[in-house]
């Protein structure tokens, strides 16, 4: 299995930036999707995650910015980042909770991560 994550870059602050990641690979099912973020020096915290229903949890520091969505035919998650703030920056990891085919259980997935600069 595979998260191949994409759309990380250099922005300004104030300015969008739109990150998508792809879970490929031997998958039966995905139970949910997210994004988490490390900035340096700091701990790797949730940004968002979205349920293979449809629930969705943000943190209270992106909420109302930031909006996840979810492909599931493609096995894709979105996170479109709106407003952006130097204290966005960090490296954005996505992650999946999935069952592998011919598995009974879910096992977690991390992408390689992906690089949000925001400049004041």
């Known amino acids: 299995v595979q998260l191949q994550a994409y759309g990380g870059g250099l922005v300004q602050a104030g300015d969008s930036l739109k990150l998508s990641c792809a879970a490929s690979g031997s998958i039966f099912s995905i139970n949910a999707m997210g994004w988490y973020r490390q900035a340096p020096g700091k701990q790797r915290e949730l940004v968002t995650t979205i349920t293979s229903g449809g629930r969705i949890n943000y943190a209270d520091s992106v909420k109302g910015r930031f909006t996840i969505s979810r492909d599931n035919a493609k096995n894709t998650v979105y996170l479109q980042m709106n407003s952006l703030k130097p204290g966005d920056t960090a490296v954005y990891y996505c992650?999946?909770?999935?069952?592998?085919?011919?598995?009974?259980?879910?096992?977690?997935?991390w992408g390689q991560g992906t690089q949000v600069t925001v400049s004041s």
């Open positions: 992650n999946a909770i999935l069952r592998l085919s011919g598995s009974f259980s879910s096992y977690n997935y």
